[in-house]
C-alpha cells in the first residue's frame, strides 16, 4: 500500500504520490466524458473514486474518502441509467435517458435534501472520526451525494450542484496540502460552467428537433 503513496514530485512545497497524479488523470477524462453524454465516464469514476478512497483516508477526509465509496456504486447505477435508459409509457421497452431540467419544486427538493445531508454527515465525522475538519469536510460530501444523482437522471442541475462542491473542496483539500487535487478541483470548478453550457445547449437542441418532429407530423396528418 505504501507503494502507491511513492512521491511524484513536490508542489508548493508538498509532496505529490503517483496515487494522485494518477487518480488525477482519471478524474478529468470522467468529467470530460460527462460533458459529452459518453457513458464510459461512470467506469473511470469509479476507478478514479477508488485511489481518492485511499488518498483521502489518509489524510483524515474520512467523509471525502466514504464519498468515494458511495460514488463507487451510484456509478454503477449511472451507468446502468445513461445505457438502459428510462422505461416507456407502456413498460415494454426502454427509451434513451435525454437531457431535461428539474421544476421549482424539484430544485427546492435539491436544496433541502442538502440542508438535511449536510448537518446528519458533519455529526456522524464529528462523533465517530478524528477528523479536524468534520463540518467542512461533511458538506461537499452531502452535496456531492446530491449531484451524482442527478447526473445519474441527466439533470442539468447536476452541474451548478458540482460548481458549489467544487469551489468549496478547493479550500478544503488546500488547508490539507493536496495540492494537485486543489488543482484539480479548480478545474472542475470551470469544467462545471462549461457542462452547464453544453448541456444547455444541448437541451435547446432537443427541443428544436422535437419541435420540428411535430410540426412534420402535424403536416403529413
Same mark, same amino acid.
Given at each position: 500500500m505504501d507503494a502507491l503513496f511513492t512521491p511524484a514530485f513536490e508542489l508548493w512545497g508538498a509532496s505529490t504520490s503517483w496515487l494522485e497524479v494518477v487518480a488525477f488523470g482519471l478524474a478529468l477524462a470522467m468529467v470530460a466524458?460527462?460533458?459529452?453524454?459518453?457513458h464510459w465516464g461512470w467506469p473511470l469514476a469509479m476507478l478514479s473514486s477508488a485511489l481518492y478512497l485511499l488518498l483521502f483516508w489518509r489524510s483524515r477526509l474520512y467523509g471525502d474518502a466514504l464519498? *468515494?465509496?458511495?460514488?463507487?456504486?451510484?456509478?454503477?447505477? $449511472?451507468?446502468? *441509467?445513461?445505457?438502459? =435508459?428510462?422505461?416507456?409509457?407502456?413498460g415494454a421497452?426502454?427509451?434513451?435517458?435525454?437531457?431535461?431540467? @428539474?421544476?421549482?419544486?424539484?430544485?427546492?427538493?435539491?436544496?433541502?435534501a442538502c440542508a438535511a445531508l449536510w448537518p446528519?454527515? $458533519?455529526?456522524?465525522?464529528?462523533r465517530y472520526t478524528d477528523s479536524d475538519v468534520p463540518w467542512w469536510d461533511a458538506f461537499p460530501t452531502a452535496a456531492s451525494l446530491v449531484g451524482q444523482v442527478?447526473? =445519474?437522471?441527466?439533470?442539468?442541475?447536476?452541474?451548478?450542484?458540482?460548481?458549489?462542491?467544487?469551489?468549496?473542496?478547493?479550500?478544503?483539500?488546500?488547508?490539507?496540502g493536496l495540492w494537485l487535487t486543489t488543482v484539480l478541483y479548480a478545474l472542475f470548478s470551470g469544467l462545471s460552467v462549461v457542462g452547464w453550457r453544453a448541456w444547455r445547449l444541448q437541451q435547446g437542441q432537443q427541443r428544436q428537433a422535437q419541435t420540428? @418532429? *411535430?410540426?412534420?407530423? *402535424?403536416?403529413?396528418?
Open positions: 466524458c460527462n460533458i459529452r453524454e459518453i464519498l *468515494q465509496a458511495f460514488f463507487a456504486v451510484l456509478a454503477l447505477w $449511472g451507468w446502468s *441509467q445513461w445505457l438502459k =435508459g428510462r422505461p416507456t409509457s407502456d421497452s426502454h427509451q434513451a435517458l435525454r437531457i431535461s431540467s @428539474l421544476g421549482a419544486r424539484g430544485r427546492l427538493g435539491v436544496v433541502l446528519l454527515t $458533519g455529526w456522524f465525522l464529528q442527478l447526473l =445519474g437522471r441527466k439533470l442539468t442541475e447536476n452541474w451548478l450542484v458540482w460548481l458549489i462542491v467544487n469551489l468549496v473542496c478547493i479550500g478544503l483539500f488546500a488547508y490539507k420540428a @418532429l *411535430q410540426t412534420a407530423d *402535424q403536416a403529413h396528418g
